[in-house]
């Protein structure tokens, strides 16, 4: 089946792709034979913009299972998965060109960073991703195709599929303009995404409602499903320029990833479709995606439990060379675009910020969170509503100390334990929300007028209507 040499391609090409040959193959070439055609990989410099890429579509695999040789760098082994799935989009699509991120990825560092680092841009200007399911997958897209109704083995397969449950499937999906699946070794036309995704929604919803399941008891005993779910939703109804940063960093916790960098650029690949530039190639992946938020005037990354750098003085920049998925305060679905603000010299501006007042909860306050426990938690309620709002956000997976604030607005929980002291303010945002509050901030008052990031938190309670903008500087 395969043939191949190591090519020789200019180092510094960021973006390549797979085209069929037709001519005689020159031996210093790498290629290999699929599905009756033989394939090469074409250089084409710097990653695509949408306005002047070539045709080609993008394979979104699971990349499980074992290693082989990779015909196109036998350097580097390859996913045994990668060659199926690659033959099966030939022979379903015969498409003018691929791009597959084994074939495709750059050998050089510098350009495998920056290709990676430009995900998002690749899988934009993509006419089409095509998923390729694993085999097992073929009778639930045959049951799709007959209109029938998906049961509870069908999700139950989904759950475990290696290619539901990987990070990078969030970005390849969320951020294409048109997705296609097919089975692995299926040779007729891919299944319409739309189609696919809406069925698979549908079955999920149904599903839910059958066994009663709460939101967060969902999550709890079927993770994967939930995290489809939510890629489901964010395809449908999220473009790209609208998706928060927070919003993206909750819905790849818990999906899995072969290096721990892959989750930052998951995550950067489905918040920006722009290409990354030459002079950002030493940059870590976690510099690159603040860079990138920043950019975009998105600072909803500041509502992390991640640790902070030692050395900046307002305490907001996180702690170089965090590992693994970056942790929202609340790995929850919000709303909302962005945190609004900019950068000022060394100081942050946040704009649409409420100041919370410590004081009795408010009759509206009180109210509000006993609808949204009543309608959330399918049990009873414990006498104390404090109580039952502390223990539905460790649920949703809030690791916070569990202390509370009594606010007139609703109840804040700081990730740490603010030790009794009194010389802070809590604000929580208005411009990032869930069904139930908001994230939020403890700041330590500076003389300056400025203040300094203490700590995060979360904001249980109706959206504040007074809004200013701080200085943590």
Known sequence: MTEATRDFAPDNSVFRLLVPSDEETRSDASFVDLAGQRWRIVDHGAAPSPENAPEYICVSYSRGGGRMPNPFDPTKPMSSCALPALETAIASLRPPAIWLDNACMPTHELAQRLCLQSMGAI???AGQVLAVLSPSASAILDRVRRNEVLGSEELQRLETDDWVSRVWTYQEIVNSKMVSFAAEGQTEVPFDGYNLLNAIGHAIAEYREAGHFDAYRFRETHPHLDALETLIDDWLIAETARRSAYRTMSAVVGRTAAF??????????????????????????????MKVCENKGDFSFIYSSTPRAS???????LKPGQLGPL???VPWPCDGERQTGELQGTSLRLHNMARLAPGPLAETARGFIHDWLKKTVRSPLPPDMRDAARETLRRAGFTGCGEYIEMG???FFPQNSLGGASNYNAFATT???????????????????????????????????????????
């Open 123 to 125: 899988y934009a200007a």
């Open 260 to 289: 721990p960098d892959d989750y930052f650029y998951a995550v950067i690949g489905a918040i920006s479709p722009a290409r990354s530039e030459p002079n950002n190639a030493n940059l870590s992946a976690q510099e690159y995606f």
């Open 311 to 317: 050395d900046d003085i307002g305490g907001w920049r």
């Open 327 to 329: 942790p929202p305060i």
């Open 409 to 411: 607005a609703g109840l």
């Open 431 to 473: 411009d990032i929300f869930f069904n139930f509050g908001a994230p939020g901030l403890v700041l330590q008052p500076a003389e300056s007028g400025a203040a300094k990031l203490r700590d995060v938190g979360v904001f249980v309670g109706p959206s504040p209507k007074t809004k200013e903008t701080i200085i943590v500087s």
